[in-house]
């Protein structure tokens, strides 16, 4: 069997090379695009059109406009840290993952008193996820390092999702939850939307599968009907049976996302118990595969204002004033 020549290598090692400077080089550029212009950027890359930000329609376009124009309250539940207190207080902390502490770094102390599993999560962005199922098989040091890595990440770069700027960076260290098979559980994502003229919301339903293996995605009716959302390359296309908790999800899903035109409630269904995993305003970043443009724009119909847009009343051209003219 033949090796590798010298100048394989070399030309394998001058690629790795290129590629790490031409992306250097685009972040360099990119870093000076304001948000607006960089969001529709990266949609013409996805969708080859730009999207319409200054007249928003479609499920896709209405979500890249709350990434650079978000209301300020999405900061504090994007905070997987400071989510937590609005969940205990909107519907019960039997609803949140067991938190075995949080921290900014990682010490010995915390690292020998954390349990044998466990999840090492970033609270300031989507993607700090470690599940550890055997604590022996990092070092202090090795999760420290990973840690550090994390909190050092700017995720609103990133992401340009700007209502992830303001969050404090921390490290959370929860329960590992694992199904009757020894796997990390679906997630079970609720799409609420809310309309000025309807009380209850409509939802709809992703379940996501083998999300660390074989990645998949399904939708669901509250009544528990496969529906059509996403390109189908993306699905599997078989019902899978109606979780035994479906109804009390639907109803901690509603609750949580009261007061929003939309919202996403990621919970966790598993052993007979509802977990809430996290809300989310902005999913997939405005960049969803939807099966056609028609199924966009039908998901686009559903987010509707709740409330109108304030207007100051003008200032009138004398003012009355109060008191006396003084000499």
Same mark, same amino acid.
């Given at each position: 069997?033949?090796?590798?020549?010298?100048?394989?290598?070399?030309?394998?090692?001058?690629?790795?090379?290129?590629?790490?400077?031409?992306?250097?080089?685009?972040?360099?550029?990119?870093?000076?695009?304001?948000?607006?212009?960089?969001?529709? %950027?990266?949609?013409?890359?996805?969708?080859?059109?730009?999207?319409?930000?200054?007249?928003?329609?479609?499920?896709?376009?209405?979500?890249?406009?709350? @990434?650079?124009?978000?209301?300020? !309250?999405?900061?504090?539940?994007?905070?997987?840290?400071?989510?937590?207190?609005?969940?205990?207080?909107?519907?019960?902390?039997?609803? %949140?993952?067991?938190?075995?502490?949080?921290?900014?770094?990682?010490?010995?102390? #915390?690292?020998?008193?954390?349990?044998?599993?466990?999840?090492?999560?970033?609270?300031?962005?989507?993607?700090?996820?470690?599940?550890?199922?055997?604590?022996?098989?990092?070092?202090?040091?090795?999760?420290?390092?990973?840690? @550090?890595?994390? %909190?050092?990440?700017?995720?609103?770069? *990133?992401?340009?999702?700007?209502?992830?700027?303001?969050?404090?960076?921390? #490290?959370?260290?929860?329960?590992? #939850? %694992?199904?009757?098979?020894?796997?990390?559980?679906?997630?079970?994502?609720?799409?609420?939307?809310?309309?000025?003229?309807?009380?209850?919301?409509?939802?709809?339903?992703?379940?996501?599968?083998?999300?660390?293996?074989?990645?998949?995605?399904?939708?669901?009716?509250?009544?528990?009907?496969?529906?059509?959302?996403?390109?189908?390359?993306?699905?599997?296309?078989? @019902?899978?049976?109606?979780?035994?908790?479906?109804?009390?999800?639907?109803? *901690? /899903?509603?609750?949580?996302?009261? +007061?929003?035109?939309? /919202?996403?409630?990621?919970?966790?269904?598993?052993?007979?118990? !509802?977990?809430?995993?996290?809300?989310?305003?902005?999913?997939? +970043?405005?960049?969803?595969?939807?099966?056609?443009?028609?199924?966009?724009?039908?998901? +686009?119909?559903?987010?509707?204002?709740?409330?109108?847009?304030?207007?100051?009343?003008?200032?009138?051209?004398?003012?009355?004033?109060?008191?006396?003219?003084?000499?």
């Amino acid at each position: 069997m033949s090796g590798t020549s010298s100048d394989d290598r070399g030309r394998t090692t001058l690629g790795v090379l290129s590629g790490a400077l031409a992306r250097k080089a685009r972040r360099s550029v990119t870093s000076r695009v304001n948000d607006k212009l960089y969001i529709s %950027l990266v949609y013409r890359r996805e969708f080859g059109r730009f999207p319409n930000l200054n007249n928003p329609q479609t499920f896709n376009e209405k979500i890249c406009c709350r @990434r650079f124009d978000p209301e300020p !309250v999405y900061t504090i539940l994007s905070d997987k840290h400071a989510v937590r207190d609005y969940v205990a207080a909107t519907v019960g902390d039997e609803y %949140l993952i067991p938190c075995h502490g949080h921290t900014t770094e990682l010490t010995p102390e #915390l690292y020998q008193a954390l349990p044998e599993s466990f999840v090492m999560k970033g609270n300031h962005g989507s993607g700090f996820n470690l599940l550890v199922r055997d604590k022996h098989t990092y070092s202090c040091q090795q999760l420290a390092g990973i840690g @550090r890595h994390w %909190l050092a990440a700017d995720y609103y770069l *990133v992401s340009r999702e700007s209502h992830y700027r303001r969050i404090q960076p921390r #490290l959370l260290f929860e329960k590992l #939850l %694992l199904d009757e098979y020894d796997r990390p559980p679906m997630d079970f994502k609720f799409y609420c939307f809310r309309r000025p003229d309807r009380r209850d919301p409509e939802i709809y339903i992703e379940v996501v599968q083998d999300r660390f293996t074989d990645f998949a995605v399904d939708y669901y009716d509250v009544d528990w009907n496969l529906v059509e959302v996403v390109q189908e390359k993306f699905t599997t296309g078989r @019902r899978l049976p109606k979780p035994e908790k479906l109804d009390e999800a639907i109803e *901690v /899903a509603k609750r949580l996302s009261e +007061g929003f035109d939309f /919202a996403r409630v990621d919970l966790y269904l598993t052993a007979g118990h !509802v977990y809430f995993g996290e809300i989310t305003f902005t999913p997939t +970043g405005g960049l969803k595969n939807f099966r056609t443009p028609a199924h966009d724009r039908w998901w +686009g119909q559903l987010m509707q204002p709740l409330r109108k847009p304030f207007t100051p009343m003008p200032y009138p051209e004398t003012v009355d004033m109060p008191w006396p003219d003084i000499e």
